[in-house]
């Protein structure tokens, strides 16, 4: 049976092997890009999702690049947002679907840019993967 805490775990322990990228669950008090964060689950509608023997969950990984809006923190971006290679963040969730065997499946459905996402009354450069993850429940 897997809970949201061990997925939520599992999932920052899969992109801690993501070259160069401190990860965190939740929002913590110091940002030293490149820097990502796995956020809660929106759960629309919480019945269906956590329903029976199956869980069914979107969370998001927002990956802070740089303290502006700049050629570098776009270019870092790049390298995060590659198919392959050390610092790919597809790469890394692609080669361990299950998250070391925690879920069923897990992969990246979305990717928006952020442009300058405000944290802490900083502006960072970034963007927020979504993810999808089954799990039995």
Do not use: H, W
């Not at 269906?48 to 199956?54: D, E, K, P």
């Not at 290679?85 to 069923?104: F, H, P, Q």
């Amino acid at each position: 049976m897997t809970t949201l805490r061990a997925a939520l775990t599992a999932l920052r322990t899969t992109l801690t092997g993501v070259e160069k990228l401190a990860v965190g669950i939740g929002l913590s008090g110091q940002v030293n890009p490149p820097y990502a964060v796995i956020g809660l689950p929106r759960i629309e509608n919480f019945r269906q999702a956590m329903a029976g023997s199956r869980m069914l969950i979107e969370p998001t990984i927002t990956l802070l690049t740089s303290a502006s809006f700049d050629e570098i923190g776009t270019l870092t971006m790049a390298d995060y947002l590659a198919p392959s290679g050390s610092k790919s963040i597809y790469e890394r969730i692609e080669k361990n679907r299950t998250l070391g065997g925690v879920v069923e499946d897990c992969q990246i459905v979305t990717f928006d840019p952020l442009n300058a996402e405000e944290y802490g009354a900083i502006g960072y450069f970034g963007g927020t993967f979504t993810l999808r993850m089954m799990a039995r429940g």
